[in-house]
């Protein structure tokens, strides 16, 4: 180009070329100066720790600064999904129709064919774990009719959480130079999911999911190897590096990590470990939860106060009035209330298909002047907690079914 204006100029009388050279020039101004004036996502690291029951920031490196989000954006597909199963406009088993355009997409994929069905929980399941673009696409034209318009109910919905930062322009996380979020906004967002739809977040906590015959494995490698994790989602694309958000409870303290910009998986797994770790007394410092009391044991044949948890999503200790569908299975007895959620979370995490009205409880009892600390996943209806205890059991473990009415149907020895 600039050979170009340098010809142009060493010619007299040669106004038409002048005009050439003040087209070009306007041209490589447009070029230079686009990055400038679009404002787009930037890739580059970022990072945020929250104490999930308070909002308090623990932690912050360029949290406010536009990131690409990648298959992040799948929580926020997830949330809107979750929603419409609250409302009834989506039906948990109802089939939904591949387009050609779904069908389409790029992977990370199951491969979906045109014109075939795939049930709402299996879309779930599918984003949750696999992170499928084509079923993003295929919840994103049901919820939407089209993804353009999904994407801009997205972003309507996740400015109504508070994500002011956030702009979505698909639902799979897929590359857009539009697409863009914050390290804060997705803390927002995670919290959202945690807090406002806890009988729909264990799905981000599913170790494994089956389709047609093919298992896949969740990639969150933080649900095996770092205590207490249950959720939620990782990312990537080219322009993002690798993102993670993940969510931690341990003794009534749960914290809400968002790394975005890894240089590779390894990586940016050990940094939101080390964020974790360095985390864990400032919000125990700060946590009234965490200093609540234990409840006294539950007296028979009256309503039992136990501590309860959604399988990924603590709660305070609260009245629970058993149902008379609400089977479960024992994992075992403890002597601390960490150890049983613990050992009860691993439990979850290995069960595949568990159902979303599965929650977990800790049931402190008295015995022989000691405290226990029954774990108990309740919510199942008989065929799956006997199915599930036998798995269990087969497996090497310890397990013991649970009546509705809270009567164990086999002794389990305490550890």
Known sequence: MMDLAIRAFSRPNAPRQRIILRAYLVVALTVLLAPLTANPAQAGYAAIVVDANSGRVLHSRNADTPNFPASLTKMMTLFMAFEALDKGTLAIHQPLTVSKRAAGQPPSKLGLKVGETITVEEAIRALSVKSANDVATVLAEALGGTEIKFAQMMTARARELGTTRTTFRNASGLPNKRQKSTARDMSTLARALID????????FSVASFKYKGKTYRNHNSLLKNYAGTDGIKTGYIRASGFNLVASTERDGVRLIGVVFGGKTADRRDRQMRSLLNRSWAQARTASTYAARPIPKPP???????????????????????????????????????????????????????????????????????????RARLMGMDENFARASCRQLISNGRECALVTPQGDELASLPPR
């Open 196 to 203: 406002g739809l806890p009988d729909y977040y264990g799905y």
């Open 299 to 373: 007296v028979p044949g009256s309503e039992t106060i136990v501590a309860t948890t959604s399988i990924n999503a603590p709660i305070p200790p609260t009245i629970v009035r058993r149902s008379p569908a609400n089977w479960g299975i024992q994992i075992g007895a403890f002597s601390g209330y960490t150890d049983a959620h613990i050992a009860a979370g691993n439990v979850a995490r290995d069960m595949s298909n568990l159902p979303v009205t599965a929650s977990l409880k800790i049931e402190p009892v008295n015995q022989n002047a000691n405290t226990l600390f």
